[in-house]
């Protein structure tokens, strides 16, 4: 780590800051990561480029995608990628773990690629470096792949687009305070190094401090992202980026429920308040990440691109569940040390990208092979801690602490250690083409060889679990613009698949054969003139194979037979009408259930699938008067349905449905930007989670930002 902290101070210290003018993302692209693009540009055509790796427009992509775009991102004080989240269509926060969860169509993700490649670490990246942040739906294995245990592709995947060097010389530098003491600084330095702009080089960077509106808890984040750009000649670009993270904090509260009196997470009364926790017990999450990319000109048709990713994620530390007993009147802790809990892997992609025409029909295709190695280690300690009130306040709270812990687990054995490795071999080809004008379908197809080497038990020295496998996954697309370039009909089926992790349960380890699934999906999209109005409307099915579901006659194992259906409808508008007023807005419906499933949840909706309902707001406006001149006023709101947690025939427990409302004011000249937010305006209570578990969400919080831009 020390090698790459002296980099980047080097990098820092070369980066001179001058007084221009900073680039604006909401009129600077980069297109497919490598040409700059001026002028206004759709941050929807952006997304359909970076799901599709071919220069498609959203009109012509039989996929969909919903994105947090840069003039959302630009109007709002975000911190984190969960509330940057809460503006994207079809999206639910989840489990609030180690790595929060979302839900997406009825399917469980992770935040884990970063410009269409893995980048999955154990927290998430702070969103300093990122210029827009994308949902690319349904099962996306043709181009995505089916990955290894860190990414889940059936509902569909989140892709950080991060920020680029550009030709300009600024700095930008923001200080941020806030509720539940938040301190947050960041800046963004960007300069050419040399004097025809062929190297060009950009640091991103923040420290965040945040404490909770509970008794205990707190985040501390140090985040740096360097980026190099070097244009060797008009066809050969070369780009070399770096994400550096360092936090430590206590982990969210993790309330493991169970069916009892309680329907609802409401009916629970619980103290809000209380974290069960001490701020000496903390989980610690280091990584470093790299992304080398090599860009070349073949010839005016045909491009090669090379990607190179390295990632290295150690995670030690203490992770506590909070289990609630006796109908849920006591609380056990449960605390899980690691030492560490280990991520690493390698992923090389090298993509071939053609522009052309056979006779009179274009197409656009891009063929790639890919290797992609992923290995997951942990060893830990793990114990139960004696009951506690979960109503009234704990009068031995005080003991519980680090150094308490730590001399409970020093007699205990290790309760796991172990490694899993898998390796990943893949050939893929994607074709677009127009046999009318109006008209573009697209045929995809990705073979994949997946060769899982097992999960080494170190404790009793064997491996178990070890497999190989080849997979081959279909990708058909229609779209025809009804419309050119206002309205399109599309349609699409998809597959996809995921190659399952090792559990352990009870010291035994469980490896998986992969899951599969297919999906038809339906729609239009639209694009008005002058930003009029930008609207998909879709409607989709996918169907699960092979699902990995707990043996309800041993619940120390798994069983691998199940089918789950999922299907839906999304609606997500965006619209200029005046100049200066923004509105977006975005409609979620889902019905999930169990097709072929155990006794006690056939036939039922899935945990873990999210909330039938949800929807997203936002509006922003800008008076165009000379008197308000750089004032803006922004107002939106998220909403989430009855959560499943707990679904069978015994009974069911749910988070309760709600609602937030989020505004912010700013004041920007040159030179400056001034902001003024509430996220959770009305403070609402309010519950969220997965896997069995709840979390309660954070209560009303101000922030206060200013931007200096150098």
């Known amino acids: 780590m020390r090698k790459e902290i002296y980099f980047v101070v080097a990098l820092a210290a070369t980066l001179q800051i001058y007084a221009q003018k900073t680039d604006s993302i909401a009129n600077k692209y980069t297109l497919m990561d490598e040409v700059i693009i001026e002028g206004v540009r759709k941050s929807k055509d952006v997304s359909s480029e970076l799901a599709s790796k071919l220069p498609l427009k959203n009109l012509e992509n039989p996929q969909v995608t919903a994105s947090v775009s840069p003039q959302l991102i630009k109007n709002r004080n975000f911190f984190n990628q969960g509330e940057m989240l809460k503006n994207a269509t079809g999206v639910a926060p989840s489990w609030a773990g180690i790595s929060p969860y979302y839900s997406i169509r009825g399917f469980r993700t992770r935040s884990s690629f970063r410009n269409g490649v893995n980048g999955y670490v154990a927290s998430d990246m702070d969103p300093i470096n990122i210029a827009q942040l994308e949902v690319i739906k349904g099962p996306s294995a043709v181009i995505f792949g089916g990955g290894g245990a860190t990414m889940i592709t059936f509902g569909g995947l989140i892709n950080r687009v991060t920020v680029k060097p550009q030709q300009t010389t600024f700095a930008d530098i923001t200080v941020m305070g806030g509720s539940y003491n938040l301190q947050r600084a960041t800046l963004d330095i960007n300069r050419p190094l040399d004097k025809d702009g062929k190297v060009l080089a950009r640091l991103t960077g923040a420290y965040n401090y945040n404490d909770t509106f509970q008794d205990q808890g707190f985040s501390k984040t140090f985040f740096l992202a360097p980026s190099i750009s070097y244009k060797l000649s008009d066809d050969l670009n070369i780009q070399l980026d770096a994400e550096i993270l360092n936090k430590t904090a206590t982990n969210n509260p993790l309330y493991q429920v169970a069916l009892g009196t309680a329907k609802s997470a409401n009916e629970l009364n619980l103290d809000y308040y ?68 280990n991520i690493t892997s390698q992923q090389i992609q090298q993509d071939f990208v053609g522009n052309f025409k056979i006779g009179n029909m274009k197409n656009r295709l891009i063929t790639g092979v890919e290797y992609y190695h992923y290995l997951y280690g942990i060893a830990s300690k793990s114990m139960n801690f004696t009951k506690v009130s979960a109503t009234a306040t704990d009068p031995q709270n005080a003991n519980f602490n680090n150094e308490y812990i730590s001399d409970q687990l020093a007699s205990k054995p290790y309760g796991e250690n172990y490694k899993a490795i898998q390796d990943h071999y893949s050939v893929y080809v994607s074709d677009v083409i127009n046999p009318l004008e109006s008209l573009s379908v697209m045929l995809s197809a990705r073979i994949n060889y997946i060769n899982n080497k097992g999960t080494e038990d170190l404790l009793i020295a064997t491996t178990t679990g070890d497999y190989t496998q080849t997979a081959v996954s279909p990708k ?29 349960i009870n010291g035994e380890m469980t490896n998986f054969q992969p899951i599969y699934g297919n999906q038809w999906e339906s729609g239009v999209k639209v694009s008005l003139k002058k930003n009029l109005l930008d609207a998909v409307l879709s409607y989709y099915n996918i169907d699960v194979t092979n699902v990995v579901r707990q043996n309800p006659n041993n619940t120390a194992s798994y069983l691998q037979d199940g089918e789950q259906r999922s ?48 929807g997203t707001w936002y509006v922003n406006y800008a008076p165009q008067s000379k008197a308000l001149n750089g004032f803006s006023l922004g107002i939106g709101g998220s909403h989430y349905g009855k959560d499943l947690i707990i679904n069978n025939t015994n009974g069911s427990f749910y988070t309760n449905p709600y609602t937030l409302i989020n505004s912010v004011v700013s004041f920007e000249k040159i030179g400056y930007v001034f902001s003024l937010s509430a996220n959770n305006l009305l403070n609402e209570h309010y519950w969220y989670g997965g896997r069995g578990m709840i979390t309660p969400g954070t209560l009303r919080q101000i922030v206060l930002s200013l931007k200096l831009k150098l």
């Open 274 to 341: 209380s974290s069960f926790n001490d701020n000496s017990v903390t989980l610690n999450n280091k990584a470093l990440n790299i992304y080398g990319k090599i860009i070349y000109r073949l010839s005016e048709n045909w491009k090669s691109e090379t990607n190179l990713i390295l990632v290295n994620n150690k995670t030690p530390g203490d992770y506590i569940r909070l289990r609630l007993d006796d109908n849920s009147q006591n609380v056990t802790r449960r605390v899980y040390r690691m030492y560490p809990e």
């Open 476 to 504: 058909l697309g229609i779209n025809y613009q009804i419309i050119s370039e206002r309205i399109a009909l599309f349609a699409n089926y998809m597959n996809g698949f995921q190659a399952q992790a090792p559990q352990s």
């Open 567 to 614: 299907k839906g409808f999304e609606a997500d508008l965006e619209s200029n009408p005046i100049k200066g007023l923004f509105l977006h807005a975005g409609f979620a419906y889902n019905d999930s259930k169990f097709i072929v499933s155990d006794a006690v949840t056939q036939g039922l909706r899935p945990v873990d699938a999210g909330p039938k309902l949800s």
